[in-house]
């Protein structure tokens, strides 16, 4: 069993997702901060691959993205780093990116070297969902990788009933229709977290995008199986010399 289905069955509500940019906020960051997320209390990490052009990604994330290709990440790079890494790492790992650089790199070999790593899956916000159905959805699949589909509140329920079919590993609901870091309140969102709570889906959700502290994740956790926090993140580790931490006063902020 996929390590997503197996952190859904343990534990179905409060999963907390915590997004990190890979070599970030230093090119050799990425297993510490991974290891410390972990020993910290993240039950999940996004692992952000950096990309020149990120259309989901608000300015913090960016310019985290920027830092990180100046360093020179790569996917190669990336997968070199995280050579080895279950050795430490337990929780489920999904990489988040975009197709450009992926597609460089090879989508079936990009898929095959994922899994061989032990990563659990994939988000890639600009797959569109009949490349994902005709082509790469089987490539996904057959590596036995997850695949995370996006609604947001415009999404109508035709479409979220079609995407939480497709998904495979948990639905990602954005808060709303903007990039990710945005301040709108959660507050105002809550009667589209409920209606897809209603929509009883067969994927858990996950709401991201705004979430930042323990009041939002609360909040998204009421009608919601947990919460994907980023850019707040990203910002606690801008002015850090200790990243462990700067973590763990981070999770412990939101958990405890």
């Known amino acids: 069993m996929n390590r997503i289905d197996k952190l859904f069955q343990q534990k179905n509500q409060r999963v907390l997702n915590i997004y990190c940019t890979a070599g970030y906020p230093e090119a050799h960051s990425t297993i510490l901060i991974m290891q410390s997320l972990q020993s910290s209390g993240a039950d999940m990490i996004e692992l952000g691959m950096p990309y020149s052009d990120p259309l989901a990604d608000g300015p913090v994330i960016q310019a985290s993205s920027s830092k990180s290709l100046a360093s020179g990440m790569t996917i190669n790079k990336l997968f070199t780093d995280l050579t080895g890494f279950r050795s430490s790492i337990n929780v489920p790992v999904i990489l988040m990116g975009?197709?450009?650089?992926?597609?460089?790199?090879?989508?079936?070999?990009?898929?095959?070297?994922?899994?061989?790593?032990?990563?659990?899956?994939?988000?890639?916000?600009?797959?569109?969902?009949?490349?994902?159905?005709?082509?790469?959805?089987?490539?996904?699949?057959?590596?036995?990788?997850?695949?995370?589909?996006?609604?947001?509140?415009?999404?109508?329920?035709?479409?979220?009933?079609?995407?939480?079919?497709?998904?495979?590993?948990?639905?990602?609901?954005?808060?709303?229709?903007?990039?990710?870091?945005?301040?709108?309140?959660?507050?105002?969102?809550?009667?589209?977290?409920?209606?897809?709570?209603?929509?009883?889906?067969k994927n858990p959700v996950l709401i991201g995008f705004g979430i930042k502290d323990k009041q939002t994740f609360d909040a998204a956790c009421e009608y919601a199986n947990g919460a994907i926090i980023g850019s707040a993140y990203i910002k606690a580790l801008e002015n850090t010399d200790n990243v462990q931490q700067a973590t763990k006063e981070f999770i412990n902020g939101i958990i405890t």
Do not use: W
């Open 98 to 201: 975009y197709m450009n650089p992926i597609l460089q790199f090879g989508f079936e070999a990009f898929c095959e070297k994922a899994a061989l790593l032990g990563i659990d899956g994939l988000i890639l916000p600009d797959l569109p969902i009949y490349e994902y159905e005709t082509e790469y959805g089987r490539l996904i699949n057959k590596y036995g990788l997850k695949f995370i589909f996006l609604v947001t509140p415009e999404t109508s329920e035709e479409r979220i009933r079609k995407l939480d079919n497709l998904s495979t590993g948990f639905l990602y609901a954005v808060s709303s229709s903007s990039t990710t870091g945005n301040e709108k309140s959660i507050s105002l969102q809550m009667n589209y977290f409920k209606q897809l709570h209603d929509l009883k889906l």
